[in-house]
């Protein structure tokens, strides 16, 4: 049954992160929104935005959180983050006339098995790497151990965007499949693994919103995964994004409509499923066209800092529209500047990182921006300070937020976000001073701290 977006419209949204931000920090810019309410152990800015949910979050508290979400009259759940979605979340809180942004656990299943999405594609006939998937540790290290060529080592579970290895040699990739199913780095997300081949070119992160049968391809961004200047050192969650890429133009954008997301939904329709929610294409451009490296089931992080500052249109129509079936009646358009997100992280990021030092600077960060620009901060592994001043603020996670700036062209973008990241500080603070390289070429950093995990 199709229903008009409420006004007001209240909202649960689940996630503690810097794209949970970045939405909170757009829905709170809709007039339909009523009472925000977010999880238990938010971050800093997210609890700035909304009221905290009195109720706990987790996948056996769902009849309770049902029945909080009964008494507080909310509306539309906003499921952030991939875990929920991978649990079931989505279909377990829609009851009633109550709506959940996010797809099913089975659609999602895209996201939460890349074994499952390496089958699909193929049955599809969509482009994307070859490879093979691996329960069993010993096929897994025969087959990696005789590669004469690059390849990449994958997860195939949830692993926070960490579960990609990149092997320059066999004798890497052999230990790559240790560390993933023997050793088990990625936990359980390494029980099956994925070994497929090195794809070259530019990376292209492309979110489409999908409400079953329509489908609205949101502006391109470009993520910078590797921790290092140049795309060097390991793979992180994601050290920074830009959007528009100028290499994204409307025909590649339509090839990838046509040759990757129809055919990704029309799969799962085939099996039953039906998909809503946003549907996020990882895509390598290759000299053979565009290929899939990987799918995922929300909006990327940080793509979402990016993106989101640059749209236009009242976010609490667009989600209850993808989530109710009605896409085709929202309207969406995009800011023509550019903007670059600088991913501020914690030393030692991505691996062991300290929490709990005051993060200083933060009233600054604007301070850079001129006439037709803008600066945001959009938090994720923040808290209050508790043993600082009022209002002080803590990290708490190797990402600590994100420093996004809006600008007449992308080369501004770049510098303004970078000069206001390097005015955050913190004890191993460290950024990225090179994003949107593969586009304005490299950059001479400006900033004393080096882009690499202490």
Same mark, same amino acid.
């Given at each position: 049954?199709?229903?008009?977006?409420?006004?007001?419209?209240?909202?649960?949204?689940?996630?503690?992160?810097?794209?949970?931000?970045?939405?909170?920090?757009?829905?709170?810019?809709?007039?339909?929104?009523?009472?925000?309410?977010?999880?238990?152990?938010?971050?800093?800015?997210?609890?700035?935005?909304?009221?905290? /949910?009195?109720?706990?979050?987790?996948?056996?508290?769902?009849?309770?959180?049902?029945?909080?979400?009964?008494?507080?009259?909310?509306?539309?759940?906003?499921?952030?983050?991939?875990?929920?979605?991978?649990?079931?979340?989505?279909?377990?809180?829609?009851?009633?006339?109550?709506?959940?942004?996010?797809?099913?656990?089975?659609?999602?299943?895209?996201?939460?098995?890349?074994?499952?999405?390496?089958?699909?594609?193929?049955?599809?006939?969509?482009?994307?790497?070859?490879?093979?998937?691996?329960?069993?540790?010993?096929?897994?290290?025969?087959?990696?151990?005789?590669?004469?060529?690059?390849?990449?080592?994958?997860?195939?579970?949830?692993?926070?965007?960490?579960?990609?290895?990149?092997?320059?040699?066999?004798?890497?990739?052999?230990?790559?499949?240790?560390?993933?199913?023997?050793?088990?780095?990625?936990?359980?997300?390494?029980?099956?693994?994925?070994?497929?081949?090195?794809?070259?070119?530019?990376?292209?992160?492309?979110?489409?919103?999908?409400?079953?049968?329509?489908?609205?391809?949101?502006?391109?961004?470009? #993520?910078?995964?590797?921790?290092?200047?140049?795309?060097?050192?390991?793979?992180?969650?994601?050290?920074?994004?830009?959007?528009?890429?100028?290499?994204?133009?409307?025909?590649?954008?339509?090839?990838?409509?046509?040759?990757?997301?129809?055919?990704?939904?029309?799969?799962?329709?085939?099996?039953?499923?039906?998909?809503?929610?946003?549907?996020?294409?990882?895509?390598?451009?290759?000299?053979?066209?565009?290929?899939?490296?990987?799918?995922? /089931?929300?909006?990327? #992080?940080?793509?979402?800092?990016?993106?989101?500052?640059?749209?236009?249109?009242?976010?609490?129509?667009?989600?209850?529209?993808?989530?109710?079936?009605?896409?085709?009646?929202?309207?969406?358009?995009?800011?023509?500047?550019?903007?670059?997100?600088?991913?501020?992280?914690?030393?030692?990021?991505?691996?062991?990182?300290?929490?709990?030092?005051?993060?200083?600077?933060?009233?600054?960060?604007?301070?850079?921006?001129?006439?037709?620009?803008?600066?945001?901060?959009?938090?994720?592994?923040?808290?209050?300070?508790?043993?600082?001043?009022?209002?002080?603020?803590?990290?708490?996670?190797?990402?600590?937020?994100?420093?996004?700036?809006?600008?007449?062209?992308?080369?501004?973008?770049?510098?303004?976000?970078? #000069?206001?990241?390097?005015?955050?500080?913190?004890?191993?603070?460290?950024?990225?001073?090179?994003?949107?390289?593969?586009?304005?070429?490299?950059?001479?950093?400006?900033?004393?701290?080096?882009?690499?995990?202490?």
């Amino acid at each position: 049954m199709s229903l008009p977006t409420p006004e007001p419209c209240n909202i649960l949204l689940l996630g503690t992160g810097g794209r949970e931000h970045a939405i909170a920090w757009k829905l709170r810019q809709s007039s339909r929104l009523g009472t925000l309410w977010v999880e238990p152990g938010a971050n800093a800015g997210l609890l700035e935005l909304g009221r905290v /949910c009195p109720e706990p979050i987790g996948a056996r508290e769902i009849f309770r959180l049902n029945r909080w979400c009964d008494r507080e009259n909310i509306h539309l759940v906003v499921v952030g983050p991939e875990a929920p979605l991978a649990e079931g979340w989505a279909e377990k809180l829609a009851e009633g006339e109550r709506r959940v942004f996010g797809p099913t656990r089975e659609a999602a299943r895209l996201e939460w098995d890349k074994a499952y999405a390496k089958q699909l594609m193929r049955a599809a006939s969509i482009p994307t790497a070859e490879g093979r998937s691996f329960t069993a540790i010993d096929a897994a290290i025969a087959y990696a151990s005789v590669r004469d060529e690059p390849c990449v080592v994958k997860a195939a579970g949830l692993a926070a965007g960490k579960g990609v290895v990149i092997c320059e040699t066999a004798d890497e990739a052999v230990e790559a499949v240790r560390n993933a199913m023997e050793r088990k780095v990625f936990g359980d997300a390494g029980s099956t693994v994925v070994i497929e081949e090195k794809l070259e070119g530019p990376e292209l992160s492309v979110m489409a919103l999908v409400d079953g049968r329509t489908f609205w391809v949101l502006d391109a961004c470009q #993520d910078h995964k590797r921790v290092g200047e140049g795309d060097t050192g390991p793979n992180t969650g994601g050290m920074g994004a830009y959007s528009p890429v100028p290499i994204a133009e409307e025909a590649l954008l339509a090839v990838i409509e046509r040759e990757v997301l129809v055919p990704i939904v029309d799969a799962l329709r085939r099996e039953e499923i039906e998909y809503r929610g946003v549907l996020y294409a990882g895509l390598m451009l290759t000299p053979g066209g565009p290929k899939v490296l990987e799918f995922n /089931c929300r909006f990327g #992080d940080p793509e979402t800092q990016a993106l989101l500052p640059r749209l236009r249109g009242d976010l609490v129509d667009i989600l209850w529209r993808t989530a109710s079936g009605t896409l085709d009646e929202a309207e969406i358009d995009f800011d023509p500047r550019a903007a670059v997100a600088t991913v501020v992280c914690a030393g030692g990021y991505p691996g062991h990182v300290k929490a709990g030092d005051r993060i200083e600077g933060l009233g600054e960060v604007g301070s850079a921006a001129g006439a037709g620009e803008d600066v945001f901060i959009f938090q994720a592994g923040t808290a209050p300070d508790a043993s600082g001043p009022s209002g002080s603020i803590a990290t708490r996670g190797g990402r600590v937020l994100a420093v996004t700036a809006l600008a007449g062209d992308l080369r501004r973008a770049r510098d303004l976000s970078r #000069d206001a990241a390097a005015k955050v500080r913190f004890p191993g603070a460290f950024h990225r001073n090179d994003l949107a390289h593969r586009s304005l070429g490299p950059a001479a950093p400006r900033s004393p701290r080096a882009a690499i995990a202490r």
